[in-house]
């Protein structure tokens, strides 16, 4: 369970802060629901069931700089993703973003980098769907670096490479 002042990672939205946990009635049943609002954007906020397990499994504490300096140095060793099969591929992607799990993240950034790198190569672009996910990858783990390291994300590459 979270508290609340916590700053998580929650999947689809990025990094938020817990401002409460609070009793709401949105299904005609009263229950208890974690009150997120993204660090970088005051205007909106999430409710998440606490019971929802579906839900909060994709919220995760922020890393620390340590975890990302761990990171940051596997980065080179990371195997590529890259499956042939456009749509077992697009279900591996989506589930590797529902996860949030940074390790896959860094994967996936990587297999795609990587792969329209090559493309370019040979004249050709990278599917729409790939520059999505790949685009949804870069923007779900820059934000937390961003944040952790106290940098804009636009730095993020930059501070990256440079500590590889």
Known sequence: MYNVNDTVMYSP???CRIDGISEKDFS?????????RPVGDSKNTYYIPVNNE???GQMRKVLTREEID?????????????????AERKEEYRRILRSGNRMELVMLIKTLYCYRE???G????LHSADEHFLHDA??????????VL???????VPFIKSHI
């Open 13 to 15: 939205c990025g990094v």
């Open 54 to 56: 579906t839900l909060t």
């Open 28 to 36: 005609g049943e009263p229950a208890e629901y974690y009150v997120l």
């Open 118 to 120: 090559d493309r370019r």
């Open 138 to 147: 870069e923007n779900m783990l820059y934000d937390e670096f961003a944040y």
């Open 150 to 156: 106290g940098i804009s994300k636009d730095e993020v």
């Open 122 to 125: 040979k004249k050709k672009k």
């Open 70 to 86: 761990e990171l940051i140095r596997k980065m080179p060793d990371e195997n590529n993703i890259w499956i042939e099969d456009e």
